[in-house]
């Protein structure tokens, strides 16, 4: 299969905004991914929580297929929780702050800090925690619907939090359609085949944004009402 992201590349990228204050550092690692990747990356999603296997942070996806995705993620206050065990491979460079990481038969915490890189492979899975908190890009290749149970379960069925399920399969879904109906996949798709992608890719690329927008919550405020 032919991949649109290298790894080595994202992790390349992901360096340039060491340093910088944030919201700079995220803006200055897209400009990046875009030099890297013309044409490949949508900046128009907004952040929204992820909430999965008990950590609770927030993301921002530049990219999704069925088989790739590349996010921003992070939390400012920390969290800790389960890696999940995948199908799909995990490659993470740290931007801010720092990550405790273990594994089965390890006694000793793995401890990343910026600029450091952290691997999970298919089929394995790790005990995390965001100390105070921690940014990180994150790319994964693999059969990613087979996450997106993962990826859900603790918003629908723990913290009922039905819009941030909503945004995250609205966001993916316009993503996908994106990169279904894109010109480039089009020239590599079989002949037979393409045409059918093509006009399919146009469903979730129109419904995605409707579902996010119908989910959008009202805008965070911490003004205390009167009464």
Known sequence: MR???????IHECSLKGLGLPKPEMFDAIADAFEEAYPGRINRTQPWIYSIAGGAMIQMK?????????????GTPIG?????????????????DGKMWYYAEGQFEKKVYKPG?????????????????GVW??????????????????????????????????GGYMELLGRH?????????????????????????????????????PKPPTDEIPDG
């Open 136 to 169: 990180a890009v994150e790319y994964a290749r693999g059969p990613i619907p087979l996450s997106l149970p993962f990826g859900l379960a603790d918003e629908l069925f723990s913290t009922l939090d039905f819009a941030t399920a909503a945004q995250t399969v």
């Open 116 to 132: 450091d890189r952290v691997f999970v492979g298919k089929g394995q899975a790790r005990a995390m925690n965001f100390t105070d």
């Open 61 to 73: 996806i530049y990219f999704a297929s069925t088989m790739e995705y590349l996010i921003i993620w």
């Open 3 to 9: 991949y649109v992201f290298d790894p080595q590349v």
């Open 180 to 216: 279904w109906t894109d010109a480039e996949v089009q020239a590599q798709t079989a002949p037979l085949l393409g045409p059918v992608k093509r006009v399919v890719g146009w469903i979730p690329r129109l419904a995605g944004p409707v579902i996010a927008r119908l989910s959008q």
């Open 79 to 95: 969290s800790e929780g389960h890696s999940g065990r995948h199908a799909v491979a995990f490659w993470d460079t740290v931007i």
